[in-house]
């Protein structure tokens, strides 16, 4: 039931998109979150990503919108070690971007590279940029600490800056630079003050999309997919 309703989720930010020239809409991968006891072989998931992908063409094609996949992680839960997810190979991505645009007969597929899920798996920024090449179409901007996707701000992690603003002009990049960090607890107005002064950037943020399913006191369950949503403890 909660696939069934993310991919309506989808669906219909597809036609917001469109409805406010949006060109881009990022969408994750399918992909099995076990390290530890993966369900599908890498090939069954291959196929279960471009029958998704495949099936959401006809409406990137009526509302003008660019699909961009982005590079994934797992985790063993158990000894909490992380491993290379769906795209986060770039030759796989590019496979998957290649292929799709084929079926689709024109361009309706980019890639969103997320730094902080390079960080993670220590790949090599230069490479990774100059194999995705003109399929890049958005930079997702934020900096850990090489253990956990933190989101920090950039400067605050291990990244390698140079490395990638070096490949970024290579590969002649003119997509979206989203930033995309967490306002730490405790003085967010303030937080969000310093990184508008300090980059002279006009943030909005934002709640993550992520589906839960509540359990009432009574009983019933609810699927809340926004945390401003969350039936009253009462």
Known sequence: QATAIAQEMIRKSIELCGSVNCP???VHPCFDGSARFPSLTKEEEYQLNIEFYSSLIPLLKKYNVICCLENMWIQDWKSKKIYFGTCSDMRESCRYIDDLNAIAGEKRFGFCLDIGHLLLLGTDPYNALRTLGDRMEILHVHDNDGKGDRHRIPGEGIADWNAYADALYEIGFDGVFS?????????PDEEQERLEREFNLDLITT???VI????KRNGE???VDNPSNYPSPD
């Open 24 to 26: 881009y809409i990022i």
């Open 179 to 187: 930033l995309e960090t967490e306002i730490p607890a405790g003085h």
């Open 207 to 209: 709640a993550p999309s």
């Open 212 to 215: 839960y399913r509540v359990k």
């Open 221 to 223: 369950e609810v699927l």
